[in-house]
């Protein structure tokens, strides 16, 4: 069973930085596109950051240069370096991929950005 396990969230202030790991278990993270999503109360679920197999990075326009999506091949995690956080990132964060047509998201981490 494909596991993905977050970590790394927390309560930030704005403008501080902020970098969530997703650990996956029974795949390789290179062999995948792996996906962060968040979902803010009373908000659908949004995608924020790919990263294809070939190593490209995709990021909705209001994102892009703040959010970071990386891999560690030797940890088989895929990163997400989150800086300049504002108060409207906060939210719960998960981790997603798709296997042979099934879906697996991880359980979420919580980002919270507050003074």
């Known amino acids: 069973q494909v596991q993905l396990v977050e970590s790394g969230g927390g309560l930030v202030q704005p403008g501080e930085s902020l970098t969530l790991s997703c650990r996956a278990t029974?795949?390789?993270?290179?062999?995948?596109?792996m996906n962060w999503y968040r979902q803010a109360p009373g908000k659908q679920r949004e995608v924020v950051a790919q990263i294809t197999t070939g190593g490209s990075t995709n990021y909705p326009d209001s994102l892009k240069g703040r959010f970071t999506i990386s891999r560690d091949n030797a940890k088989n995690t895929v990163d997400l370096q989150m800086n300049s956080l504002k108060p409207e990132d906060t939210a719960v964060y998960y981790c997603n991929t798709r296997v042979w047509g099934t879906e697996y998201w991880g359980q979420g981490t919580q980002v919270t950005v507050s003074s």
């Open positions: 029974r795949i390789t993270v290179t062999l995948y596109h």
